[in-house]
């Protein structure tokens, strides 16, 4: 085999050698993690009775149980990656008192089978970073101003959820961020039931029912490349209002009927997605070719059609629930009545069942949407429900609503207002037709209401601004939307806000640093060690650049890695923290790097394995030569030439100086592994060489040892090779 194959051969394993006994050393397990299930049960059979105790003692990935009863809690963060599951929506619920519901702190939240009632500014608030969050099947009741569910972050999917608003003066769901999905959810009696606003981007709105709302989708300001699809949006004042500068969205295969004004676009957005549009009421088109296209467009305003109308209503292949379920009938009749709107189904209803609180469940038939108690309620708050039966004995989800009976309240003229209301306010009680001037129609009259056009802003706070208090769209600059305005009044009595963008970092930090005030995305509050920090964007390219301490008012460097962000806090110049982007989270950052004295001790010994390996090469190379040219040669030559060999090859000084260079290119072989292949070469020529020389010699003294010479002829150049052996020493 040839020498340079053989170098390489032992090289090429003794570097595998280290790598393997590197990496099994590095490598560690990951232990597995940790599930619990933590029950909260108000009677005391579970591990709590509260819920806000559970989640302070939850750990991340931790399931918290809910069981059936109403809870008194309210202002619930969830700081934590944990799922919050309910026995039944119907049956876990949370009264909030008045107050706010569930505040998530947290990517990775998810809120399943739970009811929401009596809250304030909102249900569920999922802020900026709470990214990847889940609420389903769960009831939000909303009899106040405020929203239902609020959602700033991104990818957060909302499903199977019943909203149910009051009096038309919450909203339903609003959406400030992208990648956000509304699914499957019944949205109904809000001022807006689905509200798309600010720079909302990338948003769907899929398969949900829409209906009794003043505006059942509202998208604006500067939103685009949303998607509403596969909705039932009926029975509104406007079914989609697409308007201020909101492009690029797109409307189809929708129905839109019953509304007072289906649609109404101020911008550039798509009603099609170039083969189906949407089912229109009010279309007066014909369809000659018979594929239930229209064959000409619907059209919507100026800039906007609908170029493929659907000429008949899209019935799905499953069982729709019933929409728009009411209570007809005053609080004061204690034989209640209810309607709803129809379910629908490709095969056909057969009919309804109906049935109040836990009481036996009725059947009345097909064709029928309206109901009356056939036996007396008692007095408090119930709950109706009603679903459909397919004719093939399928059935629907069930719709609902909350109702009471109080037989004081007694409003003769069926208008909503009390009798005692209408005579306290100045109206008259038995006139359907004069009842108190209430414009948000939250049954406090505007000469007692604070806030008029309920727009969050405050009929006091809105004439010092110069705004109009009786409409809804018109309300002092907010930026963030906190109900703050970004400015002073004019007239020096309110406070403009001190972070215009809620990006938490105040207007005047962001003002020194360069970044943008009225940018809620170039800000991110972080957490290091408890304390707070800021990542900002100084250079306003989406990402962030530096660091901002807000306790020393200092800034160091981050770097942009891998999507995340390498930190330097203490500005030495080398880096102490990543940011994860993700999850939000933050841990210390340490190059992984294999401890010396290990990396020491492995180097040693394959150092000296090597050694020993090109030694005992080497000797199997050149022995077999020696051993055939001592054997043969004759005993006075024998005698001279056993030195001579036997010096050169086993020398001291050579064979120092061979494993001296030898242990410095080892050492050196992660740095530069070219060079010392370059040395083993210069070795390899060195021998062969020397092996060539040694089979001249060994010829030259065979002729010597196989024939009878003079005695003095063969002294003579045995004394030649030896001198020339002599001078090949000096040389090496």
Not at 481 to 493: M, N, R, V
Request: with cysteine.
């Amino acid at each position: 085999m040839n020498w340079n194959l053989k170098v390489q051969r032992v090289l090429l394993l003794t570097i595998f050698f280290f790598i393997f006994i590197a990496l099994s050393i590095t490598i560690k397990s990951i232990p597995p993690v940790t599930q619990e299930t933590l029950i909260v049960d108000i009677s005391g059979n579970g591990d709590y009775i509260s819920i806000k105790e559970a989640v302070n003692n939850a750990k991340p990935t931790d399931i918290i149980h809910i069981k059936e009863v109403v809870y008194k809690e309210n202002n619930l963060e969830i700081n934590k990656k944990i799922t919050i599951i309910g026995d039944n929506p119907d049956t876990t619920i949370i009264n909030c008192e008045e107050k706010n519901g569930f505040m998530f702190s947290s990517t990775y939240v998810d809120i399943k089978n739970i009811q929401l009632t009596d809250t304030k500014e909102y249900a569920i608030y999922v802020p900026f970073e709470s990214n990847s969050c889940s609420i389903s099947n769960c009831i939000i009741n909303k009899d106040t101003a405020g929203v239902g569910i609020l959602v700033r972050a991104n990818s957060v999917i909302i499903s199977n959820c019943d909203l149910r608003g009051y009096n038309k003066t919450a909203i339903g769901i609003q959406l400030q961020e992208y990648n956000n999905i509304i699914q499957e959810c019944t949205i109904q009696r809000f001022d807006v039931g689905i509200l798309v606003i600010l720079n909302a981007h990338d948003n769907k709105i899929l398969d949900s029912n829409l209906l009794d709302n003043k505006k059942a989708v509202d998208i604006r300001i500067n939103s685009n490349n949303n998607l509403v699809t596969n909705c039932n949006i009926y029975s509104n004042k406007i079914g989609v209002h697409i308007w201020q500068s909101s492009n690029d969205n797109l409307i189809y295969h929708n129905n839109l009927w019953k509304n007072d004004e289906d649609a109404k676009d101020e911008s550039n957005n798509q009603w099609d997605n170039g083969n189906v549009g949407n089912y229109w009421d009010d279309y007066i088109g014909i369809d000659n070719d018979g594929n239930s296209i229209g064959d000409t467009p619907f059209i919507i305003s100026a800039e906007n059609a609908d170029r493929f109308p659907i000429v008949n209503m899209i019935l799905p292949d499953f069982i729709s629930i019933p929409t728009n379920v009411k209570h007809v009938s005053s609080v004061s009749d204690n034989t209640p009545s209810f309607t709803w709107d129809p379910s629908f189904y490709n095969k056909g209803v057969k009919g309804y069942y109906v049935r109040i609180d836990s009481n036996p469940e009725i059947n009345i038939g097909n064709d029928i949407t309206s109901w009356t108690s056939p036996v007396i309620i008692s007095e408090g708050i119930h709950s109706f429900y009603v679903w459909a039966e397919g004719t093939d004995d399928t059935n629907s989800s069930y719709a609902s609503i909350t109702f009471s009976i109080d037989t004081i309240f007694i409003d003769n003229d069926q208008d909503g207002w009390s009798d005692e209301e209408e005579q306290r306010y100045g109206t008259n009680p038995n006139d359907p037709d004069n009842y108190p001037l209430d414009t948000d129609n939250d049954h406090i009259p505007n000469p007692v209401d604070s806030d008029d056009d309920n727009d969050g802003y405050s009929d006091d706070m809105e004439r010092s601004y110069g705004t109009d208090t009786v409409n809804l769209n018109s309300y002092p600059i907010d930026t963030d939307e906190d109900y703050l305005p970004d400015d002073d009044s004019p007239d020096g009595i309110y406070t403009g806000d001190i972070d215009d963008d809620n990006d938490g970092l105040i207007d005047i930090f962001e003002i020194n640093l360069g970044s943008n005030l009225l940018d809620g995305t170039d800000v991110i509050k972080i957490y290091i060690d408890g304390k707070p920090y800021y990542l900002v964007d100084i250079s306003k390219s989406g990402q962030y650049d530096i660091i901002y301490e807000p306790s020393r008012k200092s800034t160091t460097a981050v770097e942009i890695y891998d999507e995340n962000y390498l930190i330097d806090l203490n500005g030495d110049g080398s880096w102490d923290y990543m940011y994860y982007v993700l999850d939000g989270t933050v841990s210390e950052y340490a190059e992984i790097v294999l401890p010396w004295t290990f990396v020491t001790g492995i180097l040693s010994i394959l150092v000296i394995l090597f050694i020993i390996s090109i030694i005992v090469i080497y000797y199997i190379r050149i022995r077999p030569i020696k051993y055939i040219f001592y054997k043969e040669a004759k005993k006075p030559v024998e005698k001279r030439m056993i030195k001579k060999p036997f010096k050169f090859y086993a020398d001291d000084k050579d064979t120092i100086k061979m494993i001296s260079q030898t242990k410095y290119l080892l050492q050196n072989i992660q740095r530069d592994v070219t060079v010392y292949m370059d040395k083993l070469n210069q070795i390899e020529d060195q021998i062969e060489m020397t092996i060539a020389e040694d089979e001249e010699a060994s010829t030259s003294l065979e002729k010597y040892t196989s024939k009878p010479t003079n005695n003095v002829d063969i002294e003579k150049e045995v004394d030649e090779l030896l001198s020339r052996f002599s001078r090949d020493d000096k040389q090496q």
